[in-house]
């Protein structure tokens, strides 16, 4: 079935650096939505990319949708410690828009 | 921004009991509601897709007689655990969609904790 490969697992970098972390997968996905979760609560939102290429920034995250429609990679710039969370990337799978998560990037922030 | 609300945010109980989780979305019209389950440092499994005026889809290896959806309305969905046991306890989370929109918007959880 689809399955969603997300890296890396986990990272742990200096406030104010650079991150990137990206998703791909096997089949192909005309949909990808980036989450953050912190924790005890619910993922949020935080970017949707709809077409093969997109580019969107929300503030400092950007997120590419790839030409391919088989990945999609999240850029976090001069990261905060208020970044620190869990993020998800995810693809919907099914007809009624259920969605498919990949495993999660765990980000540390040391200030 | 589109706010789904869930409640409770936490609930302990004795196994044994059955639990009831509201999932309302507050500012818009939600025909399809999901449930998802996550176990600690895991990602979010789907259970079930709940649709308004209609039974409920379960996942696969998903309980539909344990895990009772009731998606009466297009601003609320419920889900009961029945007769919960320590090995559903974990932490579950609703998420909604606007009408014809994708991205799903989601609860902040309840966390279960069976004795």
């Known amino acids: 079935g689809q399955q969603l490969n997300q890296s890396p697992q986990s990272m742990f970098i200096q406030e104010g650096e650079d991150v990137s972390m990206n998703c791909t997968s096997s089949?192909?996905?005309?949909?990808w939505l980036w989450y953050k979760q912190d924790p005890g609560e619910g993922p949020v939102l935080l970017i949707a990319?709809?077409?093969?290429?997109e580019l969107t920034s929300n503030g400092r995250l950007t997120a590419q949708f790839g030409i391919t429609r088989k990945d999609s990679f999240l850029n976090i710039s001069a990261s905060i410690p208020s970044d620190v969370g869990i993020y998800f990337c995810a693809g919907p799978r099914g007809s009624q828009g259920n969605l498919i998560f990949g495993k999660g990037t765990k980000l540390s922030v040391k200030p | 921004g589109a706010v789904v609300s869930q409640h409770p945010s936490w609930v302990i109980c004795k196994s044994g009991t059955s639990v009831k989780i509201e999932c309302r979305s507050l500012?818009?019209?939600?025909?399809?509601m999901f449930w998802y389950r996550q176990f600690p440092k895991q990602s979010l499994m789907l259970m079930a897709t709940?649709?308004?005026?209609?039974?409920?889809?379960?996942e696969q290896g998903v309980e539909k007689d344990k895990f009772l959806i009731n998606h009466a309305s297009l601003t609320l969905s419920t889900l009961t655990v029945t007769s919960a046991h320590p090995e559903d306890s974990s932490f579950y989370i609703c998420?909604?969609?606007?009408?014809?929109?994708?991205?799903?918007?989601f609860g902040d959880g309840t966390r279960l904790s069976i004795l």
């Open positions: 998420s909604a969609r606007d009408l014809g929109k994708l991205p799903q918007h």
């Open positions: 089949s192909i996905f005309n949909t």
């Open positions: 500012d818009f019209q939600a025909t399809t």
């Open positions: 709940s649709n308004e005026g209609s039974k409920a889809t379960y």
């Open positions: 990319l709809y077409k093969a290429g």
